[in-house]
């Protein structure tokens, strides 16, 4: 790793320490490289003012939400509505590995507002690729957390391609993260909980908690399994996302009664462009706000323990539960 890399973590790690009891983080957006898109790209989501779902952001578009959102840091991975791929699997290597230095770009100018995250893909990048893939994102760019989407590039979560790249994340001492949903049947909790299994000391991630689109009939199911899952594996992190607030709710509630590590493995996020920050910041707010209330609450575990969400806790889960995940992890990254 590059010295001015190491000193690029070591800057985020000093912040987020002396930060971290006040700090709003948002652990789950994409931003894009809008001025290289293609002429396909920009005519698609150009010639329209109708919002296009995840409609591409630049990092400068991404800290002005943030700071009518009043966040002030945010995890950030390419947008993969932006990331096109073919039949040809070093183009899609180059493809992605574009997107994946724009984040490194964005990270290096702004390493107070934006924390890295990389992406890989067994499937259009093949295995040997997505191997390496891993490889420059963690130990030429500095990223912590390697994410892969079985969901969107149609692929099953607990695959022996995904177990190949899954495995050598944790070789590096990366964290994986996955797209973890509902929306369709390439990830299953039943194949996640056999991923977070391969190395129980090692965190992984679910990004969406069970949520990321699914219909309400499936995703009531996935909400419940994922809920359940992360009660039984405490290695599984999960970011609250793109998903149901009623359940975003119940899962706050049962997590803070089950204690720790469980209620230090929740956080909040956008999944900005195809999230608002105002709109979801301002949400996890008020609905935390209304848990501090808890005698009350329509919900009888509340009432029955109406000091449970104090201010501490709520901080919690706005900002300090991610934040030190960052701190483990970079400081593991380091050694």
Request: proline letters at 4%; charged letters at 25%; a negative charge.
């Amino acid at each position: 790793m590059k010295p001015e890399v190491k000193n690029r973590i070591l800057e985020q790690l000093n912040f987020l320490k002396e930060n971290k009891n006040s700090l709003i983080i948002d652990a789950d957006t994409h931003i894009s490289d809008v001025d290289n898109l293609t002429i396909q790209l920009k005519t698609k989501y150009q010639r329209s003012d109708n919002y296009y779902h995840g409609k591409p952001i630049s990092a400068e578009d991404l800290m002005q939400e943030m700071k009518m959102a009043c966040v002030d840091i945010s995890l950030v991975w390419q947008n993969p509505a932006v990331t096109v791929y073919g039949n040809n699997q070093q183009k899609n290597f180059d493809t992605l590995l574009a997107a994946n230095r724009y984040i490194f770009d964005s990270v290096t100018k702004y390493p107070q507002q934006l924390i890295p995250g990389g992406w890989t893909d067994p499937k259009n990048l093949g295995v040997d690729l997505a191997i390496k893939m891993a490889e420059i994102c963690v130990n030429e760019f500095g990223f912590l957390f390697i994410k892969m989407n079985p969901a969107q590039n149609e692929y099953p979560i607990d695959s022996n391609s995904v177990v190949s790249v899954f495995n050598k994340i944790v070789e590096l001492r990366a964290i994986p993260a996955f797209h973890f949903g509902g929306d369709t049947s390439f990830t299953r909790a039943e194949g996640f909980e056999k991923l977070a299994l391969l190395h129980p000391e090692h965190p992984v991630v679910g990004i969406h908690m069970g949520g990321g689109g699914a219909s309400y009939m499936d995703g009531e199911i996935h909400y419940r399994k994922a809920r359940e899952l992360g009660l039984k594996l405490g290695n599984i992190k999960f970011i609250q996302s793109a998903k149901r607030d009623t359940h975003i709710e119940s899962d706050f509630i049962t997590y803070e009664l089950a204690g720790e590590p469980f209620s230090k493995n929740i956080f909040c996020a956008s999944d900005a462009p195809y999230g608002r920050q105002t709109w979801n910041f301002g949400g996890f707010r008020w609905m935390l706000n209304s848990l501090a209330d808890g005698q009350n609450h329509t919900d009888r575990r509340l009432n029955e323990n109406p000091y449970l969400f104090s201010e501490e806790v709520i901080q919690n889960y706005l900002g300090r539960n991610f934040a030190e995940l960052v701190i483990n992890g970079y400081e593991k990254l380091l050694k």
